[in-house]
Nanobody, 127 residues
Framework: QVQLVESGGGLVQAGGSLRLSCAAS????????MGWFRQAPGKEREFVTG????????YYADSVKGRFTISRDNTKNTVYPQMNSLKPEDTAVYYC????????????????????WGQGTQVTVSS
């Protein structure tokens, strides 16, 4: 397993941008598919975006498609979701997750498919 630490959350006005970061420990980061989930108060945790270990594949939930962009830097063991045009409904705790995979293009999407999790970072979008 890898240890994950998220950063970059905060308070932003609607229409603004934030870039989150998730730094992973270890020397095998390139073996892991990465995902981001979020959980708003009173709601289920939902999958937002993910990237394959090769960065050749990405996935976005419909709610963030066209506004969020995920990337990774395997030399820095870090994955970055760039979040633009933020809306109040994007307010949530955002969690980074990692899962070791064989396929260079596979992106897990279910919570149960991810073995490693970060502690979460709060994103608050004011209207």
């Amino acid at each position: 397993q890898v240890q994950l630490v998220e950063s970059g959350g905060g308070l932003v006005q609607a229409g603004g941008s934030l870039r989150l970061s998730c730094a992973a420990s270890g020397r095998t980061f390139s073996s892991y598919a990465m995902g981001w989930f979020r959980q708003a108060p009173g709601k289920e945790r939902e999958f937002v975006t993910g990237i394959s270990r090769s960065a050749g594949s990405t996935y976005y939930a419909d709610s963030v498609k066209g506004r969020f962009t995920i990337s990774r830097d395997n030399t820095k063991n870090t994955v970055y979701p760039q979040m633009n045009s933020l809306k109040p409904e994007d307010t949530a705790v955002y969690y980074c997750a990692a899962q070791r995979v064989y396929s260079p293009t596979y992106i897990p999407r279910a919570q149960a498919d991810f073995q490693s999790w970060g502690q979460g970072t709060q994103v608050t979008v004011s209207s």
